[in-house]
């Protein structure tokens, strides 16, 4: 699970602010500062009703995009982040195991 959030992709995201679209969207969570998992010391899991709760530190929030200028057609690769300071990742049963 924690190898997926690292590399979630979305095809097109449309940026409504701004009249144009992103393509070609790679989004994740990883470690900051160029850590690995086995990196993050602090990582605490909660069971709570059907949901597991996986809350840790020292994570960012990371991607890269493609995005068109609307007026001239010019394309443009970006990347971003930005840390966050508490991350939790909930995973819950289906109905029929709950």
């Known amino acids: 699970m924690i190898s997926r959030i690292e590399n979630v992709q979305d095809k097109d995201v449309k940026l409504e602010d701004i009249g144009t679209s992103m ?12 850590k690995h998992w086995y990196d993050i010391t602090y990582f605490e899991a909660f069971l709570e009703e059907n949901q597991i709760i996986l809350e840790g530190n020292e994570l960012e929030f990371q991607g ?35």
């Open 64 to 98: 890269s995009g493609r995005i068109i200028d609307p007026t001239t057609g010019a394309s443009e690769r970006i990347s971003f982040h930005a840390p966050m300071s508490t991350c939790q990742i909930v995973a819950s049963l289906g109905e029929e195991y709950a």
């Open 23 to 34: 393509t070609d969207v790679h989004v994740g969570i990883r470690p900051m500062g160029g």
